[in-house]
């Protein structure tokens, strides 16, 4: 298994533009995560999926972040407009299971800098 | 809510070191905790995973143990190498949440 697959690995943007993030989970797995790790917060929820509906979108920081899972297969976070203070590693995760008692399997990872 | 601390923030030893990081946590109902491996510039890598009802788990040289009713739990690592240098992070997973909440990591650095 290829793991889960996250694109652009480094996204280099200017502020007010639309930011895409992408994410492929592991197949099987039915919960999908996206977390934003950065030095002063460390690594904070943005929003959970679970059979590809929303569960959980209460780390979504405001109305500019928006996530869909169109299928089992595919998720994207999207930032519109971008600002700065979105720089961050932004992390997707998926699961088996509704409660992640298997654990977590990460991806690498996007390096997102809005400049 | 649920906070996660770690201690200490960094952490540097000679090789062949035995060592204990440590991570508590104020909300002691928990359904599991996590003990995950960041290398620099890289995803998190699942190290083990307790259950609420176990006290510890054991990966090579790795130990990890857990003392729900206190909040704490230890990550032993034995005969420490270089390439154990990385950032470990704990996480718990709270009863009727799946999602995980986080401390911010020890920055081990093993050194030849």
């Known amino acids: 298994d290829a793991g889960v697959i996250q694109s652009p690995r480094h996204e280099v943007t200017e502020m007010g533009q639309e930011v895409t993030l992408r994410c492929k989970p592991i197949?099987?797995?039915?919960?999908l995560f996206w977390y934003r790790q950065t030095m002063m917060r460390g690594l904070e929820l943005l929003i959970y999926?679970?059979?590809?509906?929303?569960?959980?979108d209460s780390g979504m920081p405001e109305d500019r972040f928006s996530a869909k899972m169109p299928n089992a297969s595919f998720s994207t976070l999207k930032i519109q407009p971008s600002e700065p203070r979105d720089s961050a590693v932004y992390f997707c995760?998926?699961?088996?299971?509704?409660?992640?008692?298997?654990?977590?399997?990460f991806g690498s990872g996007t390096r997102l800098t809005v400049v | 809510k649920q906070e996660v601390t770690q201690i200490p923030a960094a952490l540097s030893v000679p090789e062949g070191e035995n060592l204990v990081l440590n991570c508590s946590f104020t909300?002691?109902?928990?359904?599991?905790l996590q003990w995950f491996r960041q290398d620099p510039g890289k995803g998190l890598t699942s190290l083990l995973l307790?259950?609420?009802?176990?006290r510890e788990q054991t990966s090579g040289r790795l130990n990890a143990s857990l003392d729900k009713s206190s909040g704490r739990s230890t990550l032993y690592i034995a005969a420490s190498q270089p390439g154990d240098s990385a950032t470990y992070l704990c996480?718990?997973?709270?009863?009727?949440?799946?999602?995980?909440?986080f401390g911010k990591g020890t920055m081990l650095l093993v050194s030849p």
């Open positions: 999926f679970n059979n590809n509906v929303p569960i959980d």
């Open positions: 909300d002691s109902a928990i359904y599991n």
């Open positions: 197949s099987g797995h039915n919960s």
């Open positions: 307790i259950q609420s009802s176990q």
């Open positions: 996480a718990v997973m709270n009863s009727g949440y799946s999602t995980l909440t």
């Open positions: 995760a998926s699961s088996q299971g509704h409660r992640g008692g298997y654990g977590y399997t």
